[in-house]
């Protein structure tokens, strides 16, 4: 689907994220991470809690500042050489939905001005202009007018993610990074909001990078899906190969964990536990992140750590013994 | 049992339509503290002992250090509301000369709190890194130190009175408010739509104004509230235990302290300037109560 030749929108390269903890030590929240992303499509970004998922998607947005690593939009590197009005420029062409529908409105502004924070930090729109424009974009993600005069306690989680979703849209992105817009939801409450990004992806050719930790939520919307492990990427390829033909033994496992919707194939489906827990991040040792608790795991595992590589063309994993 | 619940008929457009006139915050926080009796009669209550500190001793015949052997302790009559002391002289005059010490000392700790407290916190975890960690360590150097060990080195340098107690508060007074205030900004910093506002380009200033300033106002104003009674308690106990004012001059803790001595006998010295002080401190915490809750949008019905 992804041909090489296609300009990819945003690359990402070699991109590290340390924390500095407590005294002399570092938590390596993202280490070594590549990808692109191409106009108009999904990438899924999968992990358990912990394995540096916001952190990479806060990187890429500029809110923190790379450790190692290079960001290129649209051909040009915006970590390093973008002057202040270039960056403030460039806020208008990326944007974030967030996590926590509770955490990400200011619970003391009104739903009007929430929305119109990034017309007024780009001062495009003002005056009866700008509440027009409010409304349009409530009644764009399912709300009403009047909604505007409220304030965010008076919300649903579903409701306020939605204000969180227009709040985004109100600068005309390009390219959108949803940080587990969905996993504080109701299940029921997930497809709508699932339908409503994909929808407004198809209405305004939006690209998206799709952060959620179950592979489960990122079927639907994915083209390609990315898997994380401990602030590596250890599997990447396209979402059908990924469900149909996955080759990192952490993939497997992952996918081993969902369970399928038909009791015959649920009862004899084998399930591969994961033994051990998670490594501290802050300590880890040479060798594949994964071989304390893989099944594969041998000495070559345990002494070098596995690139990336493209075991099929579009397939990235990184594990000795992939084929 | 069935009939008893009838069912309410509410429509669906109605349910949805929740109008809200446009008011500024300002405004819908005048609204909320309205709604709350206890903090109006607190601010009414603390308004009406403002003025009479301000005026009684004005139109009063009498002076507060104006003695009188013939007339001492004398229980209230019209001609002296709240009798009078062991010299005679008439304690209406001295309660309310009392308290506008009382309030002075409020209003000292109430601005340093909002000045200095409010900014060198807000500073500080603002700017963060090197810079805070050494403004707290300068705090934690202030707090090590007991208050009363401060007020008595002040006493050998500087003639015991109002401003001495005004120069102990000045040096701690603030570092509460400093501390909380740190506390606040560093939590809401990282919080999302902190986050989300610089991923939308809104600028550092606006930040501070639209988002930190706003979500810190209840925590600023419920602790100025209680720090205002906690300086008067101090400067009264300081006054209590004898270090503080000087006679004639009295401040409501001279009064009690020498109310206190003759309480068998002669209750009413104690009782008025006692009352004037109670009122004040929980009028304080009630109207400080009241405030937070009007300005929190959460509360509104
Ligand atoms: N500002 C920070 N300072 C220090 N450590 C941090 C910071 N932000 C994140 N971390 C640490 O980095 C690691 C990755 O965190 P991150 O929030 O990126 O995980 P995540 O994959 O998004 O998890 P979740 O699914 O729970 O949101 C965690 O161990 C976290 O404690
Ligand atoms: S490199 Fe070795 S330990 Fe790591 S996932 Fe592959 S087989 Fe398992
Ligand atoms: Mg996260």
């Given at each position: 689907m992804m041909s090489a030749e296609k300009k990819p929108l945003l690359e990402v390269k070699h991109l590290k994220k340390y924390f500095p903890v407590g005294k002399n030590q570092t938590l390596k929240a993202v280490r070594d991470i590549s990808l692109n992303l191409y106009k108009g499509e999904t990438l899924g970004l999968v992990g358990e809690s912990g394995c540096g998922k916001s952190t990479f998607g806060r990187t890429v947005i500029q809110l923190y500042e790379p450790t190692e690593g290079t960001i290129i939009y649209e051909g040009r590197e915006?970590?390093?050489?973008?002057?202040k009005a270039e960056r403030h420029e460039f806020t208008r062409k990326m944007q974030m939905i967030f996590q926590d529908p509770y955490a990400s409105?200011?619970?003391?502004?009104k739903v009007m001005d929430i929305i119109a924070e990034g017309m007024d930090a780009h001062g495009v729109y003002k005056g009866q202009e700008r509440k027009k424009k409010v409304i349009e974009l409530l009644e764009t993600v399912g709300?009403?007018?009047?909604?505007?005069?409220?304030?965010?306690?008076?919300?649903?989680g579903g409701q306020r993610q939605r204000v969180g979703i227009a709040r985004a849209l109100a600068v005309d992105p390009?390219?959108?990074?949803?940080?587990?817009?969905?996993?504080?939801?109701d299940v029921s409450i997930q497809a709508q909001v699932i339908n409503l990004l994909k929808e407004l992806q198809k209405k305004r050719d939006l690209t998206y990078l799709f952060i959620a930790h179950d592979l489960s939520m990122v079927k639907h919307i994915s083209d390609r899906i990315g898997v994380m492990y401990l602030g590596s990427m250890v599997e990447l390829t396209d979402s059908e190969t990924l469900f149909d033909?996955?080759?990192?033994p952490y993939t497997q496992a992952l996918l081993s964990a969902i369970p399928i919707p038909d009791p015959d194939v649920e009862k004899s489906r084998n399930r591969i536990m994961l033994e051990g827990?998670?490594?501290?991040?802050i300590r880890l040792s040479e060798g594949c992140l994964f071989a304390g608790r893989c099944?594969?795991?041998?000495d070559l595992c345990r002494k070098n750590t596995p690139e990336m590589k493209?075991?099929?063309?579009g397939h990235f994993a990184a594990c000795h013994k992939a084929k | 049992m069935d009939e008893l619940f009838v069912r309410v008929h509410v429509d669906e457009s109605e349910k949805e339509h929740i109008a809200h006139?446009?008011?500024?915050a300002f405004q819908e926080g005048w609204l909320r503290l309205k709604k709350n009796k206890a903090a109006v009669a607190s601010l009414f209550t603390l308004i009406a002992i403002g003025l009479l500190a301000l005026l009684a001793p004005v139109f009063?015949?009498?002076?507060?250090k104006e003695t009188n052997?013939?007339?001492?302790?004398?229980?209230?009559?019209?001609?002296h509301l709240f009798g009078t002391d062991q010299f005679g002289r008439d304690l209406w005059v001295r309660t309310w000369m009392g308290t506008r010490i009382s309030l002075l000392i409020a209003f000292v700790a109430a601005f340093l709190d909002l000045t200095v407290g409010v900014v060198y916190g807000a500073v500080s975890a603002l700017i963060g890194g090197k810079v805070d960690a050494v403004m707290q360590r300068f705090i934690e150097i202030l707090v090590g130190i007991p208050h009363l060990i401060i007020v008595i080195l002040l006493m050998m340098i500087m003639p015991a009175g109002i401003w001495t107690i005004v120069v102990a508060l000045s040096i701690t007074g603030w570092v509460n408010m400093a501390r909380l205030v740190r506390a606040e900004i560093l939590k809401l910093k990282n919080q999302e739509f902190v986050l989300a506002a610089r991923v939308l380009g809104t600028s550092t200033s606006m930040i501070i104004w639209k988002h930190l300033i706003p979500n810190t106002v209840g925590v600023i104003v419920i602790n100025a509230m209680f720090t205002i009674p906690s300086a008067i308690f101090t400067e009264a106990f300081l006054s209590f235990i004898g270090i503080g004012m000087q006679e004639p001059k009295a401040s409501l803790g001279v009064l009690i302290n020498n109310g206190y001595q003759v309480l068998r006998n002669f209750p009413h010295v104690l009782i008025f300037p006692a009352i004037v002080i109670v009122l004040i401190m929980v009028c304080f915490s009630i109207l400080g109560d009241g405030l937070r809750d009007a300005l929190d949008p959460r509360m509104r019905k």
């Open positions: 915006i970590n390093n050489s973008l002057s409105l200011n619970p003391r502004m709300l009403s007018e009047e909604h505007a005069n409220r304030f965010p306690h008076e919300f649903s390009e390219f959108i990074i949803c940080d587990e817009p969905i996993s504080a939801l033909d996955p080759v990192h827990s998670l490594p501290d991040p099944p594969y795991a041998e493209e075991v099929r063309p | 006139p446009n008011l500024t009063s015949a009498y002076s507060y052997y013939d007339i001492i302790y004398q229980v209230p009559s019209i001609t």
